[in-house]
């Protein structure tokens, strides 16, 4: 029987906090976005709760109806066409449908729906009825799951293959996995748990049954070389997890060609509580999420893990010190590699950093016109070639970082 946690909604904690601005502060311009191509979107939370925590404090579902709002707000405010966008809000929930359903203003009853069960029950008969209704429809998936054995990779890789665009937002329990992974494979944890898993506000501990249920979860068996490693004691548990974590997201690139990801943990020397997992074949996305990433990670390292103390150098959320030296390093190699000979554009040019290297800084510390931005300091040393358009203003060249509706900038090595 599946545990049916009294206390996981009492309090809105600090992790659920960073997971939900997260999602929000990256749905107002995604929704804004995509209302203004006219064509319908399908939001889905698919683990929604109770929509409110017992504190008073919104959960995702309200999150979601909140930027909707925003979002309809602004949009409206710059165009004048009355046409009203199709937007559909889907919460999938199992255990507290009728206290979501209660939880969900009255006016936004029209736009939503909350689905009572499992999400693996229900998630492909949901996104057939829209795949059949609407010829071009864009699609996100928030996956806040309550139990890693409701995740299903093939599910995942199969929605930019039906949708006019695809992402995902998945709070993965990376270490509930390597549990698993270990008790199926017989192999002891050297770790102690409850250690390990102190942080772990798990709704519902997963039992996985098998190997093959592993499989479909990861998407693959790459697991089983992870916990083999674990096993001679080539690595341990947390470069097991990272390792897990950089493998799941290989698996997500076959099918969308962005993936980033967030390690939320909230003292410096734990392991990671849950990793975020972001997947989209956008760039302006993967740009717009890495600067979410960043922010929310200034948060978690700044406020929550040094009490407010400034560092002096840059920290990503896995705490590695970061320079301008490096970054500027592995930006000449990423195009030097594969940007030699053509050029790209900046939003694909960053969201590939990010992809390759992981949000280590933010957009701004790659490209502004500022003296700390590595594009810059590339170009000044004559690194790169860097081709803007308009190219000239009243005579004079160009020295613009911001693309706009009347901008454009493309790069490449030298």
């Known amino acids: 029987m599946s545990k049916n946690n009294k206390d996981f909604f009492k309090e809105k904690k600090i992790w659920s906090i960073v997971k939900d ?6 749905l107002v311009p995604y929704f804004c976005k995509l209302i203004s191509t006219q064509l319908p979107i399908l939001y889905v939370d698919c683990f929604a709760g109770k929509g409110k925590f017992d504190d008073g404090k919104n959960g995702s579902p309200l999150v979601a109806i909140e930027c909707l709002n925003r979002s309809l707000e602004m949009s409206s405010e710059k165009s004048s066409e009355k046409k009203e966008p199709k937007v559909f809000l889907r919460f999938i929930e199992l255990y507290h449908a009728d206290a979501l359903r209660k939880n969900i203003p009255n006016e936004h009853k029209r736009e939503t729906e909350v ?11 949901l996104l057939g009825t829209f795949v059949q209704r609407y010829k071009k429809l864009n699609v996100f998936l928030y996956v806040d799951p309550y139990g890693i054995k409701s995740l299903n990779m093939s ?3 199969q929605l930019p293959e039906v949708f006019s665009s695809a992402e995902l937002l998945i709070n993965l329990n990376s270490f509930g996995f390597l549990r698993e992974a270990l008790r199926v494979r017989k192999i002891a944890l050297r770790e102690n748990e409850d250690e390990l898993l102190a942080e772990l506000d798990e709704y519902e501990p997963s039992i996985v049954q098998s190997v093959e249920d592993l499989n479909r979860i990861a998407g693959g068996d790459y697991w089983k070389k992870i916990v083999d490693k674990y096993k001679t ?17 290989k698996v997500l690139r076959k099918s969308f060609k962005y993936t980033l990801d967030m390690p939320i943990r909230l003292h410096a020397a734990n392991k990671p509580k849950y990793r975020m997992v972001y997947a989209t074949n956008h760039p302006d996305g993967c740009v717009l999420m890495a600067d979410n990433i960043s922010k929310r ?8 893990q040094q009490h407010g103390q400034m560092s002096l150098f840059m920290q990503t959320a896995e705490n590695e010190l970061i320079t301008p030296e490096l970054i500027d390093d592995q930006m000449e190699k990423l195009i030097q590699s594969k940007y030699k000979s053509q050029a790209v554009s900046l939003s694909e040019l960053q969201a590939d950093f990010f992809n390759t290297y992981g949000v280590i800084c933010s957009p701004k510390d790659l490209s502004s016109g500022q003296s700390g931005s590595s594009l810059k300091r590339l170009e000044e040393k ?15 060249p160009t020295r613009f970082w911001c693309v706009k509706k009347n901008q454009k900038i493309s790069i490449k090595g030298k």
């Open 21 to 26: 601005e997260l999602l929000g502060c990256y």
């Open 115 to 125: 689905i009572e069960g499992a999400f693996e029950e229900n998630i492909v008969d």
């Open 155 to 157: 599910v995942f890789r």
């Open 233 to 249: 004691k080539e690595i341990d548990i947390d470069a097991a997890e990272k390792q897990f974590a950089e493998e799941y997201k």
């Open 297 to 304: 990670t200034e948060y978690l390292v700044i406020d929550i």
């Open 382 to 396: 004559g690194k790169i070639e860097v081709n803007r358009i308009p190219s000239t203003k009243k005579g004079k």
